[in-house]
């Protein structure tokens, strides 16, 4: 299949590389000329493990290129991709749909013959229906087929993700596009990933569920564990206890610093305005929203409180600032508000990230950045795991305890176990997990 694949990000770049992989004839396209020099060039302009290799072996077998102009790749193409962002709009919390109604205008423009065009971007219900309108004000003798197929890849994991998914979601209304799609999707469907068709609508919505329903997992257990603190639990033994339930299952059952990233707080809100649109609204996720926006402050205050409840001149060592470990994306990660509340209550605030220091540079003002975990706790008033990169899950205490100026470890993420950072001689802050009532 000849596969023309708009915006290339974290979802683009990753779902194009795959389909080359399967063998397809894919052209990666972007509007950001900095990104096509890069890929060009042989530079990712992403971090996502094992992507250089992918891209590079694909474009070496000639099956995989990429271009800022869409004209000829999509007049060629029997399945157009759209894999551009639909960040939060400002002001109202819906999905920004700009970019992907200026590449349906653009696509419509370039298409040639019957063409099936796929949103992969996370998309509100109805999408879809405005994205074959627009095609066909356009371009009213364009052959289309108008498809949706949400991706539910993880930064991170995100090649093992795409080529071993859990589903594959496709909604038509237009049935010449189910033999494409299946087509697009076999070589997976010989591992037997299972392909579940549905209307274009359902499949709309099934993405946004899926997304809700997960940060509400995420948020339920981060109140658990703020009622462990409480009466003396362990939220760990209880995640353990509750997930081991079939019903229930042990995946998202970390407490944290609540959710972050570039797809649960933009996706929950627009399904809550969506709901509320309807007149139908989704109190639970209203709910999850309100609850993880306050978390992220109220683990500034933990920490605060670890330092002695007076954060004024102390320096805190802040260890990962990433949504997540494994990626390099800095957006809506739960670091950016925890660092404004320290800073907030005039704590200096001293990081170090492996991938997400240069894009965090932009994000936050006042932060000095260190080489390594040792660097940025030498003097420190307080050590903070934020994000459970590999690299802080064997951390060298007697080291550490060697260079702080207090022995201060606080752990957002449950890496350690108290015995054993309190063994060396630390205060040790964990989430939701009580000594004692
Ligand atoms: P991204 O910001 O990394 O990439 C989007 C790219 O599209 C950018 O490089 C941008 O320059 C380009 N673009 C915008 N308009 C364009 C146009 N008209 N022509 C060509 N290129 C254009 O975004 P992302 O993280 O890859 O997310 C893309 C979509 O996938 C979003 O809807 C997101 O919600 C969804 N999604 C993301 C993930 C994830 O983990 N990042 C997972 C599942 C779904």
């Not at 000639?62 to 800022?68: E, H, I, Y």
């Not at 339920?220 to 229930?248: S, T």
């Amino acid at each position: 299949m000849r596969i023309a694949m708009i915006g290339s990000g974290y979802v683009g770049l990753v779902s194009g590389a795959c389909f080359a992989d399967f063998g397809h004839d894919v052209v990666c396209i972007d509007k950001a000329a900095e990104k096509i020099e890069a890929l060009k060039n042989n530079r990712i302009p992403i971090f996502e493990p094992g992507l250089d290799a992918l891209v590079k072996s694909n474009v070496d077998a000639g099956r995989l290129s990429f271009t800022t102009d869409l004209a000829e790749p999509v007049a060629a193409a029997d399945v157009v991709f759209i894999a551009v962002g639909t960040p939060s709009r400002r002001g109202d919390g819906h999905a920004d749909l700009s970019y992907v109604y200026g590449a349906a205008r653009e696509i419509a423009r370039a298409i040639k013959g019957f063409t099936v065009v796929v949103t992969k971007s996370t998309v509100p219900v109805g999408t879809g229906d405005e994205v074959e309108r627009i095609i066909r004000e356009e371009n009213p003798e364009a052959d289309v087929a108008v498809v949706s197929n949400p991706e539910f890849l993880r930064e991170g994991a995100a090649i093992g993700d795409f080529k071993r998914p859990d589903r594959i979601v496709v909604g038509i209304e237009d049935e010449r596009a189910r033999e494409p799609m299946t087509e697009v999707y076999r070589p997976l469907y010989l591992n037997q990933a299972p392909l579940l068709f549905t209307s274009r609508r359902t499949s709309e919505l099934i993405k946004y569920a899926a997304n809700a329903f997960l940060a509400m997992k995420i948020t339920f257990i981060n109140e658990i564990a703020d009622l462990c603190e409480h009466v003396g639990a362990d939220v760990q033994q209880v995640a353990r206890g509750i997930g081991l339930d079939n019903r229930i299952g042990s995946k998202f059952l970390h407490a944290g610093p609540g959710y972050g990233g570039s797809c649960f707080p933009k996706d929950t809100l627009a399904l809550v305005k969506t709901a509320q649109d309807y007149a139908s609204p989704i109190r639970l996720i209203e709910t999850t929203v309100s609850i993880n926006d306050q978390r992220k402050r109220a683990m500034a205050r933990k920490v605060i409180q670890a330092v002695g409840g007076d954060a004024r001149g102390k320096t805190i060592a802040v260890l990962g600032l990433t949504f997540k470990p494994n990626t390099d994306d800095m957006r809506d990660a739960p670091s950016l508000s925890i660092i404004q509340a320290l800073q907030d209550a005039g704590a200096v605030i001293r990081a170090y990230d492996p991938e997400g220091m240069e894009p965090a540079k932009a994000m936050l003002s006042g932060v000095s950045y260190g080489t390594s975990a040792y660097d940025v706790a030498e003097g420190a008033d307080a050590v903070v795991i934020v994000t459970e990169w590999d690299v802080f899950r064997a951390l060298d205490f007697p080291r550490l305890k060697s260079i702080v100026k207090a022995p201060v470890f606080v752990d957002l993420r449950n890496v350690y176990p108290r015995e054993e950072v309190e063994r060396h001689g630390f205060a040790f802050t964990g989430v939701g997990r009580a000594t004692k009532p």
